[in-house]
């Protein structure tokens, strides 16, 4: 839990102060300026892919600890 | 309870949803396509707006009509058996309202870079719903989130703060869609905007009020289905016209390549002022990409925490996970949830790319002589403006150009405002694409709208129907009682909400803006603290709620309405432009006006509405006061009592664990 705060923190704070230095670089291929790039989608499917995981694993942790509903 | 005959029952009901909403969206593919042919012969532009808007109305009322219901836990939520995914696509609906479809896109347009903390604090926001808030509050069983508080913090007092928090941000919240719907319908129905604000109404209240949980479910998927294929047709037919691949976001990165490109040739040809640490007015060039140039770094972080923590707090929002049938559904919900919205969100600065490289392309630097006529519909509409004036017709935008000394006689940047909540809107009309598509925008801005106000009054009739009338004050009343005081209420609190937007408060993106921060700073301390930790005590979450909340709406409402007494009582002074540090206004010039002296509470064009603050602090931000208060008084008053009942705190463990009955159901039954 607490290192999913993290990543969110990460992803939704922390990288965009940076957002000058990273459009010095550009992505390959798409041409997005690496720091507009991350706000305007790497970060949300970080998001995405963060929560589906987070269900997985939580849903894991009830089952193991005997928690989890019955189906 | 969960006998074989029930369990394939739901099988058999959960694979005709399958089928059933393929048909309806082959169905709606099939009426555009019947449109366009329609176009092809030469049936006129206003028809087709009139079938675009009253055919999918229709279909939504008979969804409404079909599944309405009187049964209680139907009615709250909607039986508590939406599977995950059909109901993160129903939070879609819910979620994604006006100022995503219609607001968003504008405001990526008018503040490049700076307008992605919008994205961004929309889609992180489900982060903080699935870790700390939604499977807890499904577990713990209740109807509404007032119910929750009210449990949690024992007594009515707690439950009465949670409802005047929740009506006054959905109030807030619900005045921009039926802004939004106002809007639409002035452009595509031709009425007048404040008759058309009224007629939105009609549409919202003729969905919302009939069925409850139950029927709004059902219409928000058919309406995410719809907002989803309006939103995503025009951007995939530009992406696949100007870079023949029809996947926008990949393509939109080249769009804005050729957007720098453009902006520097602007500003050589001396058709555009760039804005530099000397000037940066609003009539000059900010870079699409260049951050901070709208919002200083505070304010800019400050809008994604907002709309992050707003998220886990709007009660109508966490509502929707009330109606899983489990709490692992309800996770994974969530992340459906987020799925479905990433969808719009990340097509959003495409959106905005695309139409701002055909407006710096097709209208600005163009002869005055060449506008096309789709700008005088908005123009009359006092959307777009030319020269200072409304475009409203080829004669008024050429004779207000040459009353300016030195014009060239071709559209500069500085000539040409328009109005953020009209880029999506017009964008297809920008790129001169088919009418059809036009009205398919128009109908998707639509269901955005109704859907998110549906959810919205219905969050707002519960917590009056379920909360007060039948929890405060007449415990006995019977089911069809609390429902005709629930639509009652409901009716009224619609039309007051329809008579503040008729004043045009704000643009729609900061009314909903305010409506997440008023939620941030009275919900989420409670409703955190009360699940993480068993030492908040009653004192404490009411006086923290109180606190936080109100402090936020102070700020609020004194800044927005009341300027002159927050300067003249309150120690505010003018927000800064980011860039060049200076005041956005200048006060004492102002207040010496006696007319803007005299202007209370502050009307629109009132240059003081907005732009007053404490510590330059945008007042979309006011949950940043308002939440560390909460956070604090509770923690403070709460150490300062004697501790919750072992009970409570027993009570409290259980909503922790996924395993057994609802909290609330061990409790009463």
Redesign the interface.
């Known amino acids: ?1 607490f290192m ?2 993290g990543v ?1 923190v990460f ?3 922390i990288i ?2 940076f ?2 230095q990273l ?1 010095a670089f550009t ?1 390959p291929i ?4 690496l ?3 991350m ?3 790497g ?3 970080v ?2 892919v ?3 995981m ?2 997985r694993q ?2 894991q942790i ?1 089952r193991d600890h ?5 189906q | 309870m ?1 006998t074989q005959t029930s369990t394939s029952a739901a099988d058999s009901f959960y694979k005709q949803l399958g089928r059933m909403y393929g048909i309806y969206t082959g169905g709606f593919v099939a009426f555009v396509l019947f449109l366009a042919i329609l176009e092809q012969v030469g049936v006129p532009n206003k028809i087709l707006g009139y079938f675009f808007v009253f055919f999918t109305l229709a279909v939504y009322a008979i969804i409404g009509v079909a599944t309405r219901t009187a049964q209680l836990s139907e009615y709250y939520v909607a039986g508590r058996r939406v599977p995950a995914f059909y109901n993160g696509m129903a939070t879609g609906a819910d979620w994604m309202s006006a100022a995503s479809f219609v607001g968003m896109a504008g405001s990526l347009f008018l503040l490049g ?1 700076d307008g ?1 903390a919008w ?2 604090g929309w ?2 926001g ?3 719903v ?2 700390l808030v939604g ?1 807890y509050l499904r577990k713990f069983g209740a109807y509404t989130v007032p119910d929750f508080l009210s449990f949690r913090y024992g007594g009515n007092f707690a439950r009465f703060l949670g409802v005047i928090v929740l009506v006054c941000c959905s109030f807030t919240y619900v005045t921009a869609q039926i802004y939004g719907t106002g809007l639409i319908a002035s452009r595509f129905l031709g009425m007048q905007f404040e008759i058309a604000v009224f007629a939105g109404l009609v549409g919202i209240l003729l969905c919302a009020m009939l069925g409850g949980m139950r029927a709004v479910t059902w219409t928000q998927i058919a309406q995410y289905i719809v907002l989803i294929v309006a939103y995503l047709t025009p951007i995939v037919i530009l992406s696949m016209q100007h870079y023949k691949i029809p996947i926008p ?2 393509t939109y ?2 769009a ?2 050729e957007i720098t490109a453009r902006e520097q040739e602007l500003v050589q040809t001396g058709l555009a002022t760039l804005c530099t640490a000397a000037n940066c007015g609003p009539a000059t060039l900010k870079p699409h ?1 260049q ?1 901070f140039l709208n919002y200083t ?1 505070l304010n ?2 400050g809008i ?2 907002c709309m ?1 923590v707003g998220t886990a707090s709007l009660p109508h929002i966490l509502m929707r996970y009330f109606t899983t049938p ?3 559904e309800a ?2 919900s ?2 459906w949830s ?2 479905f919205i ?1 969808l719009l ?2 097509s959003a ?1 495409a959106y905005a790319a695309f139409s701002k490289l055909e407006v710096y392309t097709n209208i600005i630097g163009r002869d005055l002589t060449q506008i096309r006529p789709w700008l005088f519909n908005w123009g009359e509409l006092g959307l777009i403006q030319i020269c200072g004036k409304n475009a409203t017709n080829l004669d008024t935008v050429i004779a207000a150009c040459k009353a300016i000394a030195g014009h060239p006689g071709v559209l500069r940047f500085q000539d040409f405002v328009i109005n953020t909540d009209v880029i999506v809107l017009s964008t297809p009309e920008i790129a001169g694409l088919p009418y059809v598509i036009s009205g398919l925008v128009a109908a998707g801005g639509l269901a955005a709208a109704l859907s998110t106000a549906d959810g919205l009054l219905l969050a707002i009739a519960n917590a009056l129907s379920h909360d007060i009338y039948y929890k405060m004050l007449d415990p006995k009343a019977p089911t069809i009682r609390r429902l005709t005081v629930a639509r009652v209420l409901l009716f009224f609190v619609a039309v007051a909400s329809a008579a503040l937007a008729a004043t045009r408060p704000s643009d729609i993106l900061a009314m909903v803006g305010w409506a997440f921060s008023l939620a941030m700073a009275g919900n989420f301390p409670a409703i955190v603290l009360g699940i993480w930790w068993k030492r908040a005590t009653t004192a404490g979450a009411i006086c923290g709620i109180a606190a936080g909340w109100g402090i936020c709406l102070f700020y609020l409402v004194c800044s927005r309405y009341f300027p002159q007494a927050g300067v003249a009582y309150f120690g505010m002074t003018s927000l800064l432009n980011p860039e060049t540090g200076q005041a956005l206004v200048n006060v004492g010039q102002v207040l010496a006006d006696p007319k803007w002296l005299a202007d209370v509470p502050a009307s629109a064009a009132n240059p003081l509405a907005n732009k007053v603050g404490w510590f330059d602090l945008n007042n979309i931000n006011c949950g940043l006061l308002g939440m560390p208060l909460g956070f604090l008084v509770i923690y403070v008053v709460s150490l300062l009592g004697k501790e919750p009942s072992k009970e409570m705190q027993s009570l409290i463990d259980e909503i922790r ?4 009955r609802t909290v609330l159901d061990e409790k009463t039954n």
């Open positions: 839990m999913h705060l969110w992803f939704g704070y965009h102060m957002v000058k459009n992505v798409l041409g997005f300026p720091g507009f790039y706000a305007a989608q970060s949300l499917i998001f995405v963060m929560l589906f987070f269900a939580q849903n009830d005997g928690y989890a509903e019955d | 969960a870079y992605l994205v961004l889609t992180g489900f982060v903080l699935s870790i499977p976001e990949l990165g080249r804005i390549a990409i951050p770094p800019y972080f994604i925490f992050m489990s709490v692992k996770r994974d969530v992340a987020l799925l990433f969100y990340f600065p664990k996924p395993r057994g």
